[in-house]
């Protein structure tokens, strides 16, 4: 069975407290993302992945940390720097659009995480 | 230049009516144009996409309409099903650059029975 696994569905952190979510596909996908959602605020772009050992600051990145040791898996660490850190969490992958035709992002279930 | 932006926020249409769901961009550059559906404590899925060289692309009852010139892209849910409730998001993206896509704020549709 192929696709994006997320974990865990639901996690509660008391406020000060680093977490760490996890993500990992199957699909040998080359690109990975992480995507913060919030009422109202549709999927906003956390970090961002093309290739192992490689990432990128997406649009909000402070107070958030990644790292791709290996293609299957790319963590998500929220620190206590992060100001607001209750949301639900979204990690995605895809190929790079020169394969297939297009860069369809594949979503995995999500991490809803609260902080008390 | 970025912003891709979604109307409306929250939509309610008879079952068998036609929902419609309206995006504006700025950026000229965004050559690829999804639209996601996502269902409560799911993550999204790609629905239907659109590329800028056609100005109509129909997959069963949803239909992508697409306006260079005007730069505005709307997804069309025909005879709208309560099945059909969820939140829509559209989106662009510029392929063969970064891969990044740039999601609207997205549409709570709701389909009463």
């Known amino acids: 069975d192929g696709g994006i696994t997320q974990s865990p569905k639901y996690l509660f952190r008391k406020e000060g407290q680093n977490v760490t979510l996890s993500c990992e596909q199957n699909?040998?996908?080359?690109?990975m993302y992480w995507y913060r959602q919030d009422p109202g605020q549709g999927l906003r772009l956390i970090y961002y992945?093309?290739?192992?050992?490689?990432?990128q600051k997406g649009d909000i990145a402070e107070g958030y940390s990644v790292s791709r040791e290996k293609k299957e898996s790319f963590p998500l660490t929220v620190t206590s720097a992060q100001k607001n850190p209750t949301a639900f969490y979204l990690c995605?992958?895809?190929?790079?659009?020169?394969?297939?035709?297009?860069?369809?992002?594949?979503f995995g279930p999500g991490t809803r995480l609260t902080v008390l | 230049q970025q912003q891709v932006k979604q109307s409306p926020q929250s939509l309610i249409v008879q079952k068998g009516g036609i929902s419609i769901i309206n995006c504006a961009y700025e950026?000229?550059?965004?050559?690829?144009f999804p639209w996601y559906q996502q269902f409560p404590g799911k993550g999204p899925a790609l629905l239907i996409a659109?590329?800028?060289?056609?100005s109509e692309k129909k997959e069963g009852r949803f239909t992508i309409s697409f306006n260079k010139s005007a730069k505005q892209f709307s997804l069309h849910i025909m005879d709208s099903q309560p099945g059909d409730s969820a939140t829509y998001f559209c989106?662009?993206?510029?392929?063969?650059?970064?891969?990044?896509?740039?999601f609207g704020k997205g549409t709570r549709l709701h389909i009463l029975p």
């Open positions: 995605a992958s895809s190929t790079p659009s020169g394969r297939p035709l297009n860069n369809e992002q594949f």
């Open positions: 699909l040998n996908h080359d690109a």
């Open positions: 992945s093309q290739i192992v050992n490689d990432f």
């Open positions: 950026n000229t550059a965004f050559d690829y």
């Open positions: 659109i590329r800028p060289d056609v």
């Open positions: 989106a662009a993206s510029i392929r063969n650059r970064d891969d990044k896509i740039i």
